[in-house]
């Protein structure tokens, strides 16, 4: 077991170089199932569910190596295994993202079911329901759903309940290899999604309007190989522009996309910072105290769940009093008695966090209960007094790649060490 170690007081300052976006390599990485030839990735981030994304499509009889720094081949093959197993989809709930894949390929898919998870509840139904509209039978038995197709998939009109991200991509990866026309109405329009489309599109698949409410994908008969490069990750940009704010820096993001950050870019301009962008970076440059901001979370293009818990961190160190309500998942609020260790004043009523800025945190020994509350307990370390240690931080090593030496370059003082005997005896 690992820790991070921080001590607070150190002001940001100085450029970082943005990787490639989990949330976008993690379809792309389980959509290279499709193809029939090899698919090269680049500009996959080196995170731990990377890591769990190859061992599955390993256990699945589909080979990868490694051509660079951040790049793979998937030898992609037709015959493989269909069986995703309890002890890797456990580890991360993206895994779920094999099922359209393997069943429109293969006629036949055995996925663990991820279970809840710390931010909520976080069910597969709306997934299950679209490929049953396309022809699937489905049994969940034995924490398993266990899916076959007679014969190919046949395209469907699929309203959606809800705005299901992954739903949206485990349906729109299923239509590729249908018979006929697939219409997702009430899609997801995160820029992942775009960027999956856009991947499947250069290995021969016919899908359009990704981006809109309404994705149309017109199903062919196989994928063929070829290159892509993974988007930017818009979490990690804001992630880092926030802890800049946060200590009174000055940083320069640079490898990424400032036009999928534009609510995020709203709030910290709100908050007093001063932005600056151009094609593919971003510049914050502090003007003092941040002030506190009111945040409403929802799905793109407005603010994203994945950056409440890092302005929470932020309001807590703010001017005034500011609330971030959370509507996308309904236990994402774990930082918030992490923080309060640290000295902030939250208070919790239902989906709503109202938090009243304080002069000073002071560090304390905190723990990571999901990937973005980890976020959270690092900047609100690196502006505390003394010293903060962030135990559990496995969650943080499957969303951000080598954060400690990213934050370290940019003039934080933050190590990762190993926890001792007795701390690892309290671990649960
Ligand atoms: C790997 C990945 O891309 N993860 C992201 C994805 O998660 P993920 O795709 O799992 O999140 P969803 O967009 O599906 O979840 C949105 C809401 O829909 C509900 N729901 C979802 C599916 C379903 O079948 N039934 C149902 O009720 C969920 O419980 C949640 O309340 O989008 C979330 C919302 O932007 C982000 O926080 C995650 O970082
Ligand atoms: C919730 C997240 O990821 P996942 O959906 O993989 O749990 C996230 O990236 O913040």
Same mark, same amino acid.
């Given at each position: ?103 429109t390929?293969?006629g ?27 022809g ?13 197709t007679?014969g190919r998939l046949t ?7 809800? !705005? ?13 290899l249908a018979e ?39 199903g ?43 609510? !995020? ?100 020994? !905190? ?15 690196? !502006? ?45």
């Amino acid at each position: 077991m690992e820790k991070l170690v921080i001590r607070g007081g150190h002001r940001l300052s100085g450029e970082v170089a943005i990787s490639g976006a989990k949330n976008a390599a993690l379809p792309i990485i389980l959509g290279a199932i499709l193809a029939e030839d090899d698919v090269i990735i680049e500009n996959v981030p080196r995170l731990q569910d990377v890591e769990t994304s190859f061992e599955l499509l390993h256990q699945l009889g589909i080979p990868h190596t490694r051509e660079g720094e951040h790049s793979y081949r998937i030898r992609a093959c037709r015959e493989h295994g269909c069986v995703a197993p309890y002890e890797l989809v456990k580890t991360m709930r993206a895994s779920v993202l094999v099922l359209g894949p393997l069943l429109t390929k293969c006629g036949h898919a055995e996925v663990s079911l991820p279970g809840g998870c710390a931010i909520g509840a976080r069910p597969v139904d709306l997934h299950i329901q679209g490929l049953r509209q396309m022809g699937a039978t489905i049994v969940v038995e034995n924490g398993y759903i266990k899916a076959t197709t007679n014969g190919r998939l046949t395209g469907a009109h699929l309203l959606m309940d809800t !705005v299901s991200v992954t739903g949206t991509e485990n349906l729109m990866m299923a239509a590729t290899l249908a018979e006929g026309v697939t219409v997702i109405e009430n899609a997801a329009r995160e820029p992942e999604v775009i960027d999956l489309a856009r991947f499947l599109n250069t290995l021969g698949a016919d899908i359009r309007n990704a981006g809109t409410d309404t994705i149309e994908i017109h199903g062919v008969e196989r994928l063929h190989g070829g290159r892509y490069k993974v988007m930017p990750d818009r979490i990690e940009t804001g992630t880092f522009l926030v802890a800049a704010l946060a200590t009174q820096g000055h940083v320069r993001c640079t490898d990424t996309d400032p036009r999928m950050l534009d609510a !995020v870019l709203k709030k910290l301009t709100e908050a007093g910072a001063q932005i600056e962008r151009g094609e593919n970076w971003i510049e914050l440059r502090s003007q003092g105290r941040a002030k506190a901001v009111n945040i409403v979370t929802a799905p793109h293009p407005a603010f994203p769940t994945d950056m409440q818990a890092q302005f929470t961190a932020l309001n807590s160190i703010a001017s005034g009093t500011g609330f971030i309500r959370e509507t996308i998942f309904e236990n994402r609020f774990m930082h918030v008695p992490e923080l309060r260790r640290m000295g902030a004043e939250i208070d919790l009523e239902g989906n709503t966090a109202i938090c009243t800025g304080v002069d000073r945190l002071t560090g304390a020994q !905190v723990m990571c209960t999901d990937l973005r509350a980890s976020a959270s307990l690092v900047i609100a370390g690196m !502006v505390a007094e003394g010293v903060t240690e962030v135990e559990r931080i496995y969650h943080i090593d499957r969303g951000y790649e080598e954060i400690e030496h990213k934050l370290g370059r940019l003039g934080a003082d933050i190590e990762r060490a190993k926890m001792d005997k007795s701390e690892k005896d309290e671990e649960i």
